[in-house]
């Protein structure tokens, strides 16, 4: 069973931010800050690898204007924009859904750390063009 399913199904209530034939918008049950909202295609798909290029487009066209109207109705000054894919990248549910996190300083609850990967940067660029 699929929990986003569930919900998008009316099984399971939700707070509804955004909803249309092919989208819902609700908010994210741990808040990792004020706001935080996950936009999820009706249509199931594991991750966002595995949707269409159509339908993915039209679903980031969707999330920009609902990342606009969270941060500027609830006075953010930014957000993260964030798709985990799979659960190595920590995705939870295997369901297609992007977090919007509004940000309202840089000492709220969301951290974000990048470490320097001294890699050979020509081979990484053959590995992924399949040249290696």
Do not use: W
Request: proline share 3%; hydrophobic share 35%.
């Amino acid at each position: 069973m699929c929990i986003f399913c569930e919900i998008i199904k009316g099984n399971i209530p939700s707070a509804k931010v955004y909803e249309d034939d092919d989208t819902l918008a609700i908010l994210d049950l741990s808040q990792t800050t004020k706001g935080h909202t996950l936009v999820i295609p009706k249509k199931h798909y594991d991750n966002f690898l595995a949707m269409p290029n159509d339908e993915y487009q039209a679903l980031m066209g969707k999330v920009q204007n609902i990342a606009e109207k969270v941060v500027k109705n609830l006075k953010a000054n930014g957000c993260n924009v964030l798709i985990n894919t799979n659960e190595v990248a920590g995705q939870t549910i295997m369901h297609t859904h992007v977090h919007i996190i509004p940000r309202y300083d840089t000492n709220d609850t969301v951290t974000f750390s990048f470490k320097e990967n001294k890699l050979d940067l020509e081979e990484v660029l053959k590995e992924i063009n399949g040249q290696a």
